[in-house]
């Protein structure tokens, strides 16, 4: 029988199999993902599935807590990216919701919900951004449940800016919550990170937290030279901030620069 280390190691194994093996690679763009765990298995998952040739759906949640619970939370929340999860509630649809093109993120957000309402742990939840990223039209359909915003460097001002806060209840709270649909539409040279509490909630050795000002210093620092730029210098500047010492959350973030 495994101890509880080695329980703990297996888990943490079992959730990097969760993770897609590749990004996006299409003309123009460039994406980048960071993904630390703690020390103790948390609930941070991200993905970008496929819907077409020309778009795809991105996304990035935390689950409450840690431990097996929360891994498990993430695990049901990819199934049902995954999956057609037609045995959700009293809806039967003839078709799958999740691949089918013509859902907006609003409905797949409301699906996943209920889904994770159903099924949760009490007093569990997920904060998640969920969009349809379109390059042709440079455009992101998203919305937030209980997430930050995505913040934005835009290259013709030099400033950086955060997407519009439409943000609804975390997962797994209300399932007939409604979430609203925004849109993020990046122009040549804008770079965009997407992220978890655990990267602005990380605290140091004096219980200072990293907060968004300094995601924005490194953003305007590094976006000139690509997404694979800006994800190392947050990640250095995370580790910096902790002075080597773990985080006390998973960190994560995706990164996404539109060359031209």
């Known amino acids: ?45 991200f993905d970008v599935v496929p819907l077409s ?10 689950a409450s807590g840690h431990g097996g619970a929360a891994a498990v939370l993430a695990a049901m929340a990819r199934m049902v990216l995954h999956a057609c999860p037609l045995t959700s509630e009293r809806e039967r649809a003839p078709f799958c919701p999740v691949h089918g093109w013509s859902q907006t993120p609003s409905v797949i957000m409301s699906r996943l919900n209920r889904v994770l309402a159903s099924n949760a742990l009490e007093e569990q939840f997920m904060t998640a951004f969920l969009g349809q990223w379109r390059p042709a039209r440079a455009r992101f359909d998203f919305v937030l449940a209980g997430a930050a915003p995505p913040r934005i460097w835009r290259q013709a001002t030099g400033q950086v800016e955060a997407a519009t806060d439409c943000a609804g209840l975390p997962l797994g709270i209300a399932p007939k919550e409604v979430y609203s649909v925004a849109r993020i539409v990046l122009e040549p040279g804008d770079a965009m990170v997407i992220f978890t509490d655990g990267l602005v909630e990380a605290r140091n050795a004096k219980g200072q937290m990293f907060r968004v000002h300094r995601v924005d210093a490194v953003l305007t620092e590094q976006a000139h030279d690509g997404a694979e730029a800006i994800r190392a210098g947050l990640a250095e500047s995370v580790n910096d ?17 539109r060359w031209e």
Do not use: C, N
């Open 1 to 45: 029988m495994a101890t509880g280390a080695q329980q703990i190691e297996q888990l943490g194994r079992w959730r990097r199999r969760l993770l897609p093996r590749s990004l996006p690679e299409v003309a123009g763009w460039e994406w980048a993902v960071h993904a630390s765990h703690s020390a103790w298995p948390g609930g941070d998952y």
């Open 53 to 62: 040739a020309e778009q795809w759906l991105v996304f990035l949640g935390d």
């Open 241 to 257: 901030f902790l002075e080597g010492r773990p985080a006390a959350d998973d960190v994560s973030f995706l990164v996404v620069k």
